[in-house]
Nanobody, 123 residues
Framework: QVQLVESGGGLVQAGGPLRLSCAAS????????MGWFRQAPGKEREFVAA????????IQADSVKGRFTISRDNAKNTVYLQMNSLKPEDTAVYYC????????????????WGQGTQVTVSS
């Protein structure tokens, strides 16, 4: 069982930065790929970024490429999402996910989910 707790969300002005963190309660954190998804009101959950268990491979959604960076610290059991140049359309609840089947954009690929953290970008 993997428990995930996100933090770092909040209210930020457009163009500003924000860093999300996700702490995992599992002894074998380094065996899991990690991902970030988001869900805006009335919309489906969508993929944002993912990182392999080793950190050597990352993928991002086209909508965040060049602005968001995913990283991980296996010694701290934590994955991060650095978000720069935020836009109002980035407003959503951001969810952390963990999985053992590689990285990908499909929601069904991921096994464990956090409770989410709200990110609101004002114009």
């Amino acid at each position: 069982q993997v428990q995930l707790v996100e933090s770092g969300g909040g209210l930020v002005q457009a163009g500003g930065p924000l860093r999300l963190s996700c702490a995992a309660s599992v002894r074998t954190f380094s065996k899991y790929a990690m991902g970030w998804f988001r869900q805006a009101p009335g919309k489906e959950r969508e993929f944002v970024a993912a990182i392999s268990w080793s950190g050597d491979s990352t993928i991002q959604a086209d909508s965040v490429k060049g602005r968001f960076t995913i990283s991980r610290d296996n010694a701290k059991n934590t994955v991060y999402l650095q978000m720069n140049s935020l836009k109002p359309e980035d407003t959503a609840v951001y969810y952390c996910a963990a999985g053992s089947r590689g990285i990908g954009a499909r929601v069904s690929l991921w096994d464990y989910w956090g409770q989410g953290t709200q990110v609101t970008v004002s114009s």
